[in-house]
Structure formats: C-alpha cells, structure tokens
C-alpha cells in the first residue's frame, strides 16, 4: 500500500522560505518511473496544483510559484523536496504530495494515485 509522508511545514514570515519533504514508500513500481507531485489548499478554496517533477527530472510549476518554489527529488532516498523561498501569505495552506505512475509531468489532481495527509504551512505578514 502506498504511503506518502510530508514534513516540513510550519509558521514563516512573509519573505521567508521552508522546504518541504515527501518522503514515499509502498510503491508497486520503482520509484524513479513515477511523477511525483505537490498541491495546496487554503482554507475554503478547492486543492490546486503547485509543482510537478516528472520520471526524467523535468519540472512544471503553477504560474503562482513559478521563480520561488523548486521541486527536486532524491531517488534513491524516495524523497521529493519543495524548496519554497519568497513565501507570501497567499501560500498559505495544506500541502500535499502525491505520485503518479505514468511518470509524466502533470497538473491536474486525477493523474495521481495516491497522496499524503498534508503539511501546514502558514505564512503571516
């Protein structure tokens, strides 16, 4: 049974920066084939893509992150880490990771089979 478990969250202020990690196991195949995922949701909003890292290493970013936020992954750890730097209080959320079989880079939330239970992140001003 797959398992994802993030960490990293926390009470940042505006300006400032927290890496998540995901840390994953319970796969039916190789880690290093699946795309792995992050997405948030903010209190009464629905979940919205953040980031994606393929197979292969390629990446694809919401617009909203894009120049602050870097996904990486660490195969052979079967982690993937959200380095979030510039944080605002728009970032504020639950984040969430999540991967994919097909492998492929992906933003919409039914590519992804299995997910974990969340990590705060609340960034004040």
């Known amino acids: 049974q797959v398992q994802l478990v993030e960490s990293g969250g926390g009470l940042v202020q505006a300006g400032g920066s927290l890496r998540l990690s995901c840390v994953v196991s319970?796969?039916?195949?190789?880690?290093?084939?699946?795309?792995v995922g992050w997405f948030r949701q903010a209190p009464g909003k629905v979940r919205e893509f953040v980031a994606v890292?393929?197979?292969?290493?390629?990446?694809y970013y919401a617009d909203s992150v894009k120049g602050r936020f870097t996904i990486s992954r660490a195969n052979a750890e079967k982690t993937v880490y959200l380095q979030m730097n510039n944080l605002r209080p728009g970032d504020t959320a639950v984040y969430y990771c999540a991967v994919s079989p097909r492998g492929a880079l992906a933003d919409e939330a039914s590519a992804y089979d299995g997910w974990g239970q969340g990590t705060q992140v609340i960034v004040s001003l």
């Open positions: 319970g796969l039916t195949f190789t880690f290093s084939t699946y795309a």
């Open positions: 890292i393929s197979w292969n290493g390629d990446t």
